[in-house]
């Protein structure tokens, strides 16, 4: 069965610090990957996405993400994080014929100043 | 540039009741739509996707129903709502470029449901 396990529930990180968050995938063949952030009550935001070509990925605010296909893995990166950047993040696959996607359970991450 | 409006924003409703959550994109055409909801500490749930007018897709089972009555609006209906309706409903729309596909959200209607 196609799945997404996002294997953090929450993440908290000092002002300044790296950032990774872990996701995981289970998918009968190379997906289109996504990750997306929700700050509270509002829609979901388009951080990066993945279709093919160079594994590592750059994003909108300084996230970046790997695809990682031994691993079954497309973590996303920040070098270095902003308070701002608290909020709830999920990780999707989508299909290649079709386009629904499917979400992880998200990350909630909070930032200590 | 394309924009995806939800309305209401916050809706608060008598178990029982009707319910109307409405969906429009703006700057495309015949954009796929999908309606999720996200229950509370939950992730998203797809609830209904369209390709064209008219045509819908139920992925889940349940009290809700959805329609396309034009090409850029997408409604979330229910004749009667339970408790458990109860959550935060998110309207995506999608562009096919080439052959991929990336859904953008709308801003959400937070549904409470007494």
């Known amino acids: 069965a ?7 529930i929450h993440i908290t990180v000092s002002e300044g610090a790296s950032l990774e968050l872990r996701c995981n995938y289970s998918y009968g063949a190379t997906p289109y990957l996504f990750w997306y952030v929700q700050s509270p009550g509002q829609g979901l935001q388009l951080l990066l996405k993945y279709f ?3 594994t590592l990925v750059q994003g909108i605010k300084g996230f970046e993400a790997e695809f990682k296909r031994s691993q079954s893995s497309f973590n996303l990166r920040k070098p270095s994080v902003h308070w701002s950047d608290a909020a709830e993040y999920f990780c999707a696959v989508g299909a290649r014929v079709g386009g629904k996607l499917i979400f992880g359970q998200g990350t909630e991450l909070s930032v200590k100043p | 540039s394309q924009t995806i409006h939800q309305w209401p924003a916050t809706l608060v409703q008598p178990v029982g009741s009707p319910l109307s959550l409405e ?8 954009p796929n739509l999908y ?3 996200q229950a509370a500490g939950r992730g998203l749930q797809l609830l209904f996707y369209s390709v064209g007018i008219g045509q819908i897709s139920s992925e889940v089972p349940q009290n ?7 090409d850029r609006q997408f409604i979330l209906s229910s004749k009667k709502l339970l408790l458990s309706d109860s959550g935060f409903y998110l309207c995506a729309w999608s562009l096919k470029v ?5 859904q953008y959200f709308g801003p959400g209607t937070r549904l409470l449901v007494l």
């Open chain 1, 2 to 8: 196609q799945s997404v396990t996002q294997p953090d």
């Open chain 1, 52 to 54: 093919s070509g160079d």
């Open chain 2, 64 to 70: 809700l129903s959805a329609s396309r009555p034009q």
């Open chain 2, 98 to 102: 080439g052959g991929r596909e990336t």
């Open chain 2, 23 to 30: 969906c429009t994109v703006e700057g495309t055409s015949n």
């Open chain 2, 35 to 37: 309606w999720y909801r």
